[in-house]
């Protein structure tokens, strides 16, 4: 496993599934480079797959024992072969499709930076250090473990909530964003996450940008996780049309799928694939799409 899967998966919520939204803006904070992406691309794919074979062969094993109909094991046994050969294809013909993904994570970083910066010069000397401060113990959480990442979060977010009492802090649609990633990471708090996402998305309306895109995410992945699937699949509209980004895409393949519709999904996977090959590996591990 890389050392940035390492770290961003030491964080990850307990979930039966790996979902590239879970780890997303915590790797695109911390990566160094193309290469550690690239590492940390195939390890997580290879991990979404390996674990869907298993769950496939515990299913198998079960429907064995209960002497299932034939056409229940006629499905199972398709499934692990899909399975298997997605895990063939992860040694094929792969690293440009991740070579690709890796190089946009990195301009997302930088651009995320970019807006970060613009966004703290309206602030006052005193404010401003504050603001600093969160965005310091935040990437020192998102690299360490234990301890020290429950302790560098806790600072985070007594800062964060602190610039908030600012009025210029108020309306930073970075602070608010940081604020609900902390509530679902850090508090598991998936309400209350859910409205800062959404405000983080008011905020940065306007300039729709990559912020607004990751904050209308992130605000119907939380009504997701609380099964309020329409209105996750509401929420993603505001960024789904016109969209070219595979991730936005692949969400809301997912909420249609949820919400039954079969063919809207079925579209927008295959313009996820065309944009990004490697969507046709990481489909197989989604229960959603099955």
């Known amino acids: 496993m890389s050392k940035l899967l390492s770290q961003v998966m030491s964080a990850a919520t307990t979930t039966p599934y790996i979902r590239q939204i879970d780890n997303h803006y915590h790797a695109a904070m911390i ?13 997580l794919l290879r991990l979404q797959v390996e674990s869907t074979a298993a769950n496939v062969g515990m299913m198998r094993e079960i429907a064995l024992r209960q002497n299932a109909a034939n ?24 690293e440009r499709g991740l070579t690709r993904i890796a190089a946009r994570l990195i301009k997302q970083q930088e651009i995320l930076l970019e807006i970060a910066e613009v966004l703290r010069k ?79 998305a008011r905020l940065s309306e306007e300039r729709g940008d990559l912020y607004h895109v990751l904050s209308v995410r992130h605000q119907s992945h939380m009504q997701y996780l609380q099964g309020r ?27 249609a799928a949820k919400t039954g519709r ?7 996977l295959d313009i996820c694939i065309d944009v990004n090959p490697v969507t046709h590996v990481s489909m197989f591990t989604e229960e959603d799409f099955r």
Not at 262 to 268: K, Q, V, W, Y
């Open 122 to 200: 309206p602030y006052e000397t005193q404010a401003l250090e504050i603001r600093n401060q969160a965005d310091k113990w935040l990437k020192s959480g998102m690299r360490h473990t234990g301890r020290e990442r429950e302790d560098d979060y806790t600072d985070t977010m007594r800062l964060l909530r602190e610039v908030t009492k600012n009025p210029i802090g108020n309306q930073d649609c970075v602070t608010w964003f940081q604020i609900g990633w902390l509530l679902w990471k850090h508090k598991a708090s998936i309400a209350a996450a859910e409205q800062s996402f959404y405000r983080a």
């Open 262 to 268: 079969t063919e809207e999904a079925i579209g927008l």
């Open 229 to 255: 699937h329409q209105d996750a699949y509401v929420t993603i509209q505001k960024i789904l049309r016109e969209s070219r980004d595979p991730e936005t895409l692949y969400d809301g393949a997912r909420y």
């Open 71 to 94: 056409d229940l094991l006629g499905e199972i046994r398709e499934e692990t072969s899909a399975v298997r050969e997605a895990i063939e294809h992860l040694d094929d013909a792969k």
């Open 31 to 43: 990566a160094e480079n193309t290469h550690d992406l690239v590492d940390y691309q195939r390890a």
